[in-house]
Each structure stands twice: as structure tokens, then as C-alpha cells.
């Protein structure tokens, strides 16, 4: 970004030089590119298959919670759902949630509003939680999250 460095002052490179500082992202380039490697050798239809039956069981396995609100369409063959769900449970902020799930059950999920403050305000709500779930998840794992969410809406039902 600069052309000439002297003790009073600098002289910039022109556009759009100027505007790169630093060095080159290389490291971050040469991961990406083994990243996309390694997504290849498994197969992105095989990932996305696989998560969409991974939204689907953590979908229908949320909704056993009691008092659970579950945000967004019901997953369908032709409409299915990316491997997150944001919810709220009854009288119980979303942050709480996440919190005692970390603290309690070492599971970590999101609270907060998301970068989606419209939405929520849209929703009537100020918050909410999210669970997400990647191709090295399995529904063990939901298995796990649901057990500990049912914990953790018991431990705060309990002061009622």
C-alpha cells in the first residue's frame, strides 16, 4: 500500500494497491485450498444428503422438548432445512440456556439475535437460541443436545 516511506511523511501506491495492506493471505489460501480438497474427497452431495437427514432428526427430536418454539418452516422431501434450528423455550431466556448448557453439559450453542434483529422484532422476541450441526455431527450428538436441553429446561422449571 505504500510506495515510499521517509521519516516526515509517506507517499500510497495508487488504487487498488493501496488498499492491500500487509501480506498476501497465503496461509489462509493454502488452507482453503486443502479444505476444498478434503470436501472433495468426500463428495458435497454426500455432505449435503447427510445434513439434511441430520436437520431432519434434530428437527423432529427438538420438538419432543416441551414448551419448545421452534423458528421456520417444517422440514419437507422438497423443502428441507439447513442443519440449525433457532428456538425459544417458555420463560427461559435464550442466553440462560446456552450458558448452563455450557457450564453444566459442556454443549455449545448460540443465544443472542443473531445479526437478525428485524426478524426478531418481527417475531416479537428479543432473543433466541440456535443449535447447529455440521457433517462430523451425528444424531448421537442431537441425541446428547436434547438430553442436556431437557436438563437444563428442568433445572429452570424447577424454581417455578
Known amino acids: 500500500m505504500i510506495s515510499d516511506v521517509f521519516l516526515d511523511h509517506s507517499t500510497y501506491a495508487e488504487p487498488p494497491s493501496r488498499f492491500e495492506a500487509g501480506t498476501p493471505a497465503i496461509g489462509e ?3 482453503l485450498g486443502a479444505a476444498i480438497d ?20 434434530l428437527y423432529e427430536s427438538l420438538r419432543s422438548v416441551p414448551n419448545v ?4 418452516p417444517v ?3 422438497n423443502a428441507p432445512r439447513a442443519a440449525l434450528c433457532s428456538f425459544n423455550v417458555e420463560n427461559i431466556h435464550p442466553t440462560d440456556i ?3 448448557l455450557d457450564q453444566q ?4 450453542i448460540r443465544s443472542g439475535h443473531h445479526c437478525a434483529q428485524p426478524l426478531h422484532r418481527y417475531l416479537g422476541i428479543n432473543a433466541s437460541a440456535r443449535v447447529s450441526l455440521y457433517f462430523y455431527n451425528t444424531k448421537e450428538d442431537v441425541d446428547s443436545f436434547i438430553q442436556a436441553l431437557s436438563d437444563t429446561v428442568n433445572f429452570f422449571n424447577s424454581f417455578k
Not at 452431495?45 to 436437520?55: P, R, W
Not at 418454539?69 to 421456520?72: D, F, N, P, S
Not at 453439559?105 to 455449545?108: E, N, Q, R, S
Open 105 to 108: 453439559h459442556g454443549v455449545a
Open 38 to 57: 478434503y470436501l472433495t474427497g468426500i463428495g458435497m452431495q454426500k455432505i449435503h444428503d447427510y445434513e439434511v437427514e441430520l436437520a431432519e432428526y
Open 98 to 100: 446456552a450458558t448452563f
Open 69 to 72: 418454539r421452534i423458528y421456520g
Open 75 to 77: 422440514p419437507t422431501k
Open 29 to 31: 489460501a493454502i488452507g
